[in-house]
């Protein structure tokens, strides 16, 4: 079946230095994908979207690429924080019956080294 | 504005209980949804609703009901609770479907 994964589990960086998660996702019929970010004992917060038509977008501190060609999403955070590390999962958006449905990743954990 | 709210935070039952975990929303919403998260597994869809009166099932329905009788409430109800689901689980809401708003989680245990 279709499905949304994460190419690594866990992620540490030093505070300061920027981080990339990625994402592999195998619907080529998704046209729109998500990134949330979930603290501990939190549920899950957006942080950016971007539709199909696009292969790039910005918010602050960071970016969400996409590549359609080899259904690849990665999401780029700029000059990490302690408050960045958290679980970050990426999502699909697919339609079922005409009604929109979200497919989440597996996750990865990012943790920010002081 | 509350956002999304749930009902209770922590709850353990023992196998053949039943019991109702709380979902509201005060953002008018239409849609609203159940998920459960398990170590490695991420978030897994269970039921969700398109607007009041309509419930749908999503990956992983069998054990949990849902009813959507106004646009503010969604509870999930475990008929007979048994140790596979144990596990924490989100309400979300959004407009769309798109981007949900989730909720603090209820994480339950069943032993």
């Known amino acids: 079946g279709e499905n949304v994964g994460l190419h690594l589990p866990t992620l540490s960086v030093q505070e300061g230095d920027n981080s990339i998660i990625n994402c592999a996702y195998s619907?080529?019929?998704?046209?729109?994908f998500i990134w949330y970010k979930q603290e501990s004992g939190k549920g899950p917060q957006f942080i950016i979207d971007?539709?199909?038509?696009?292969d790039k977008r910005q918010g602050q501190r960071v970016t969400v690429l996409l590549n359609k060609t080899v259904k690849h999403l990665s999401l780029q955070i700029a000059a990490t924080q302690p408050g960045d590390s958290a679980v970050y999962f990426c999502?699909?958006?697919?339609?079922?019956?005409?009604?929109?449905?979200?497919?989440f990743g597996t996750g990865t954990r990012l943790t920010i080294i002081p | 504005n509350a956002g999304v709210t749930q009902t209770p935070k922590f709850q353990v039952l023992k196998t053949g209980q039943s019991m109702t975990l709380q979902c509201a929303q005060d953002?008018?919403?239409?849609?609203m949804s159940w998920y459960r998260q398990d170590p490695g597994m991420g978030l897994r869809l269970i039921h969700y609703?398109?607007?009041?009166?309509?419930?749908d099932q999503g990956e992983v329905p069998n054990g949990y009901n849902v009813s959507r009788s106004t646009t503010e409430d969604f509870p999930l109800r475990l008929l007979s609770a048994a140790p596979s689901q144990t596990s924490v689980y989100f309400c979300?809401?959004?407009?769309?479907?798109?981007?949900?708003?989730f909720g603090p989680g209820t994480r339950l245990t069943v032993t």
């Open positions: 953002m008018n919403h239409e849609y």
């Open positions: 609703s398109v607007g009041a009166g309509i419930t």
């Open positions: 971007i539709r199909s038509n696009m």
């Open positions: 979300a809401s959004s407009h769309t479907g798109s981007e949900q708003y």
């Open positions: 619907n080529s019929a998704s046209d729109y």
């Open positions: 999502a699909e958006i697919g339609r079922d019956f005409g009604n929109e449905k979200l497919t």
